[in-house]
């Protein structure tokens, strides 16, 4: 039968739905603003309901989400936004609503954690059982699998929200999270940069300052994450990463901070394919999505993962 499945990563900026079975076959993609999320799960569901009408048989669709999210199965609020500071979207049901209206299981999972299935199934993980997927984008947040399992645990993880050190006197900008003020996201989110410099973190020059404190930021927190969880990898994807310099600045600044205490030749020898960009470039989390359908369809594909508890 041809099958198809449905992906939606919803970001805090925008919106990426698509219809595929995987890099190679996508069949149907839209991007669009996040406003409302009447508006916006509206939209979501419209692409697919027109895709349905068209004849496309989708078996299952995946949403992986900007957070908090619910994805306790057992929960009554199970895939839905929870306590989230993006006006309007507390909690907003994405999940229950969007499988309802197109009649088919609904796959729920964070960005971030989508975004590493992508690329573990497809992407630079592939073959990998211990790695990290960060988005530095409107928000942070991160995600991956430990031992061959996407992490979930209590809530899931809040990457996004470490301390870091923060020397006020270098860099005078107290940090905009609503929660902790110069958290990780608070210091070095995309919109964090703007308040920073005054202008959107895509118009500052290559050698503007703000890279060189940006990579200084995650830097921080790559050393943090590598000494709890030691991944064997970590993606840098989000738009704030579209910025090619902060990559060898990033690799250099985790060298330095580390200082050789971690003897694995993937740091040492091979940083550059250690902290690496996703290679699904921009359509990790969408892709990713479309990766949560294939594994919660009644009838999944061959070689899919086994996501621990289901997704239901
Ligand atoms: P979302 O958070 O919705 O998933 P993105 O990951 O694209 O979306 O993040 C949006 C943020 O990334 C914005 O703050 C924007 O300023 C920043 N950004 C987008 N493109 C670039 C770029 N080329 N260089 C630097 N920052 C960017
Ligand atoms: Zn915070």
């Known amino acids: ?26 069949r149907d993609e839209v991007r669009f603003p996040t406003t409302t999320p009447e508006e916006t799960i509206g939209r979501a569901i419209a692409f697919f309901q027109v895709q349905q009408a068209a004849g496309v ?23 839905t936004i929870t306590a989230t500071p993006k006006p309007q979207w507390s909690n907003a049901d994405l ?11 609904a ?14 199934r497809w992407g630079a993980a592939q073959g990998l059982d211990n790695f990290i997927y960060l988005t530095i984008g409107t928000g942070i947040g991160g995600g991956g699998m430990a031992s061959g399992r996407l992490v979930h645990g209590l809530v899931h993880p809040e990457m996004g929200h470490i301390r870091l050190p923060h020397d006020h006197a270098a860099d005078p900008y107290p940090g905009r999270c609503p929660f902790h003020g110069d958290c990780l996201e608070g210091l070095a989110s995309g919109p964090a940069m703007e308040a920073r410099w005054g202008q959107p973190a895509e118009t500052l020059p290559a050698d503007h300052p703000a890279w060189e404190l ?22 840098l994807g989000g738009g704030v990463m579209n910025q090619p310099q902060l990559f060898p600045l990033v690799r250099h600044k985790v060298l330095a901070l580390l ?32 990766a949560l359908a294939q594994d919660i369809a009644p009838d999944k594909p061959p070689g899919g993962f086994d996501p621990p508890g289901g997704y239901l």
């Open 95 to 105: 999940a229950g609503r969007i499988g309802r209206a197109l009649g088919v299981p």
């Open 259 to 290: 200082n050789n205490y971690i003897q694995a030749p993937a740091i040492l020898e091979e940083i550059d394919r250690y902290v690496v960009p996703p290679g699904l470039g921009n359509r990790a989390g969408v892709l990713g999505a479309i």
């Open 57 to 79: 048989a989708l078996a299952a669709v995946g949403i992986g989400s900007f957070g908090p999210v619910d994805l306790d199965s057992g929960s009554p609020t199970w895939g």
């Open 1 to 26: 039968m041809d099958r198809w499945y449905g992906g939606i990563e919803v970001g805090g900026t925008k919106v990426v739905c698509a219809v595929g079975r995987g890099p190679a076959e996508v």
């Open 107 to 120: 796959g729920f999972d964070t960005d971030v954690n989508a975004a590493a299935l992508g690329e573990w």
């Open 214 to 235: 940006e990579a200084h930021y995650l830097a921080l927190a790559l050393v943090n994450f590598i000494c709890i969880l030691s991944p064997q990898q970590i993606i």
